[in-house]
Structure formats: C-alpha cells, structure tokens
C-alpha cells in the first residue's frame, strides 16, 4: 500500500522533490491508520489530501526605482478546507517554486489542525527576492502581487500570514492593498500590526511555541531548558524569538545564521545581543557576520549550501533548534548532533531535517518534534488573532501568551497520546502525522466525495 500511493504521488508530481519528501514521511506514519479504517482508502482520503483545492499561478509585473520592468511569478496554493479556512503563510525567496509550495501546504493542513483551532491548509508566495530592494520596491512589489491574490482571499475563504522574507512590513503593505481594492475591513491576514488588527504576541509565537513545546519534551524526562546549551540557526523570525524564549527560561543560545554563514558565541547570546541581531536584521537588513565583529569571542564562518555537512551542527551542546529553512540538517548533519551529545533537536522551521537526518536521529534515541508540531504556536497564534477580529476585540499580553502555552502543551500531549496508540511512543513525527491526519480525515469523511 506504502508503495502504491508514494507511486501515485511520484507520477502525479514529477520534478517536486520537496512536495513528494513531505508526502512520503506522512504516508508512512498513516499506513497504520488507513489499514485500521478502510474506509479511509476506499474514500482515497490520503490521495485527496495530497492534491491541491487549488493552485492559482499568477505573473507579477512591476516597476523597480530604475524604471525598469520586473518580472516575478505569484502563488496561493489553497490545499485543504476541510476544517476552516484555507490558513498560511506566504513566502518571499528566490527558492519559491510550486514544489516548496505544496510541500509547505500540505505540512500546513496537519499542523492547523493540531492547533484545535478551525484552521484549512494553504501556503502561498513568491520567487520574488527582498534582499536589496529599496523600501519602494518593496511596496510596489506587494501591491502588485496583491492587485491579482485579492480576488482569491477572504477572511472567511484564505488567510495568508508571513514566513520567509514577509514580515510586519511586508503584511502591512499586502494588507493596505487589499483593503483598497475591496473597500472592505476585515481580518484578511494575521500578523497585522498593533492597533490595526493584530493580535498581542504573534511576532513571538513561533519561537516562543517551538521552545514551550521543547520544554513540554524534557519535563517528560524530569528536565527542562534551564541551563541547556542550545543551537539555533537562522536570524529571522523564529530565531529570534526562539534565542529570546530560551534566555528566558535559563537556557543558553549559542549560535544564529543567515544564508551566508553561522555566528558561535560560546559565551551565549544575552538579551543585549539579541537586541543587536533584532536590530541588524529588522531594521538595517544587514548580515550576521556583523554580529561577530561587534562582539569579542564571537567566531563567524561561512557556510557552505554544496558541502556534506554544515559545521553550525558540529558543536557540542544539548538542544538544537534549525529555524531557517527545509533540509538544513542532513544525515551527517544528525550524526554530528548525535556524536556531539545532543538529546533534543525541535523544529522551528518547516522540514528543516531531511528524512535521512530523522532516521539517524530517531534510531539514537534523540527527541525529536516535527515543524507541523513544535512551529504550530505561530499559526496557532495567527488563529487566536483570526478569533479576536471575528469577536471585534482584543485580548492582553498574558492572556494570549497563557493560551499559546495552553495550546502547545495540547498539541505536545495529542503526538504523545497519538504516537502510543499506533505502537510508536515517543514518537512525535508518527504522533503528529497521525492525530492531524485523522482530524482533517474524518472532517472529509462526514463533507461527501468533494
Ligand atoms: P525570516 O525571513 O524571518 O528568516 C529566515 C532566516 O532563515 C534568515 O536568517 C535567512 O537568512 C535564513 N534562510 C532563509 N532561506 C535560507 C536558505 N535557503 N538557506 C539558508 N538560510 C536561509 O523567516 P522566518 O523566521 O519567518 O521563517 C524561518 C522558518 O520558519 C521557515 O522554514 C518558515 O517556513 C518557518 N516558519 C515560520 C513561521 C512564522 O510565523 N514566521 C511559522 C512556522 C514556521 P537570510 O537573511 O540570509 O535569507
Ligand atoms: O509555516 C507557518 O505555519 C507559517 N508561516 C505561519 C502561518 C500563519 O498563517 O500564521
């Protein structure tokens, strides 16, 4: 059965490496499930899953500060509505392809629904690349991007947030835009700012989510984050917000990165540095390598996207957490981690370990959190600011933060539960795959063959 439907999707999907990586790991962890309920297979559920709604491709034309005519390509691939609204971020990178895409949808249609919150799986973006544009393109991008996705969004229909080069700035402008060619208020995005929409504590909620949910890990073991070593790369985002969360519970971050190259501070990154990385990287757009200039002890090295392995995962220490993009940790990658004592690596990215590097991982015995469950606390929070627009009003610092603790204690415990049913505990990839797929299952069961 394994092998027929990852054949389906092979030939369905030729050229998507991303997509069928993604597929392949949760069809693996579901056999177990399809063989206990038929049903299931004879609906052709998982099939269906793996089959976009719908994938809109859009050109962009717009004109940069020289005048000059700009090509790019758009996207929203509207994958699951089984149980919401078609719910994701949307990504700005050269990378952007309708493979990395689908891949991203369909992690996004498991994890909504972990979330407990009545979230769809969608993704969206573009290979439009951020690095060097002026403040000017990068408006006149997004409203060009927007002057097409708008007629396919809704606050009740398609929700798109940030990921990868689109944050507050770029949400903003997105927003603005199709608030103007719909003439209409409402909830269209997450990750608004405050005072227009927002909600309280979704910039930090995907870093902060990813370290709850670690600590949710080690307490089943009597530990905690409180004096771990821990790596992290990436300098956005999920980084940033991961480094401030693992201060704040006693931990010591060691490292960040960026496309070009990793910063080790063996001293630990305090909140002062942080502010320094917050700073370069929100404001001044400049690279991580600047970090080790500005501070003494600091060790830079490139990295290398070609070579077999990257040293940032070389380092001894107890956690790691890869929060910039899929396949950045390999198989020798987990061999080091393993070599090097760690015994608990978190996803904070999406699909940041290849399948090689989880086996190495899960056969020696290391905790390990999938993205679809340790990254949830970002489009959870997205769901809470979904909620909040819905009732027209907003709700503190504490009470949202209490609930993002609340909902990643869920989700860590529903894997656990999920995992030990199907003969896998511990297990929090099976666990993950397995209790998000039957949500969204039954939900396509009960709507009819649609
Ligand atoms: P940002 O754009 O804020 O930061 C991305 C970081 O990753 C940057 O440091 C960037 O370096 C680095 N990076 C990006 N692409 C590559 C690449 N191809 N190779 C090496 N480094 C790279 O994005 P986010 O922090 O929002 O997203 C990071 C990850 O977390 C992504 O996998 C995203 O899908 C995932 N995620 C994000 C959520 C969110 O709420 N934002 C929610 C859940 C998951 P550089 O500056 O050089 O490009
Ligand atoms: O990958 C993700 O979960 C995100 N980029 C966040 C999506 C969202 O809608 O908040």
Redesign the pocket.
Known sequence: MQAEILDFVKRRNPNEPEFIQAAEEVILSVLPVLEKHPEFRKLKILERMLEPERLISFRVTWLDDKGEVQLNRGYRVQMNSAIGPYKG?L?F?P?VTPSVLKF?AFEQIF?NALTGIPMGGGKGGSDFDP?GKSENEIMKFCQAFMSELTRHLGHRLDVP???????GREVGYMFGAYKKIKNEFTGVFT?KGIGWGGSLI?TE???YGLIYFAENMLHTKNESIKGKTCLV????????YAIEKIIQLGGKPVS?????GFVYDAEGITLAKLEFIKDL?NNR?G??KEYAEKYKGVVYTP?D?KAASNPLWNIKADCAFP????N?VNGNDAKNLVKNGVKLVGE?????VTIEGINVLIDNGIMYSP?KAS?????AT?GLEMTQNYMGSNWTREEVDAKLQGIMKNIHDTCLAAANEYGKPGNYMVGANIAGFLKVANAMKAQGVI
């Open positions: 971020g990504r990178h990378s991203l994890k690095k947030a940030g990921d990868i080069g689109v944050g990750g979704r909620a995907t870093g790369s990436g300098s956005g985002n999920v980084a940033q960040a990165s960026d496309s070009d990287k757009r690279r991580i990295i996207a929060c910039a993009t899929q950045e904070g990215a999406n699909m940041p993205g990254n949830a606390g970002g489009v997205s």
